[in-house]
């Protein structure tokens, strides 16, 4: 897998425009934790959507971080199914 980078992201959230980026649904109250972006696609934040973890719902976060999670990632279907949101080719 080819690492990412913030760049990669922007430029595939500038394109496909998406509203958000789920990631899971929370355990306790299956709410979509998903990252999210502003209409704009120039600022990230994180949703975890509910307070059952006791944090702020939404927390800013960059698109350095949003590269940290993708690249994270070993299980290859997983990683398939990012390329596939992203339109990244691998």
């Given at each position: 897998m080819n690492k990412k980078t913030r760049i990669d992201f922007q430029?595939?959230?500038?394109?496909?425009?998406?509203?958000?980026?789920?990631?899971?649904?929370?355990?306790?109250?299956?709410?979509?934790?998903?990252?999210?972006?502003?209409?704009?696609?120039?600022?990230?934040?994180?949703?975890?959507?509910?307070?059952?973890?006791?944090?702020?719902n939404i927390n800013e976060c960059s698109w350095d971080r949003l590269a940290e999670y993708y690249n994270m990632q070993t299980n290859q279907d997983y990683i398939k199914k990012m390329n596939e949101f992203w339109g990244f080719s691998e």
């Open positions: 430029i595939a959230a500038f394109n496909n425009r998406p509203p958000k980026w789920i990631i899971h649904e929370c355990s306790l109250c299956h709410y979509s934790c998903a990252y999210v972006f502003d209409g704009n696609h120039e600022r990230v934040a994180y949703d975890s959507g509910c307070d059952c973890t006791r944090q702020t």
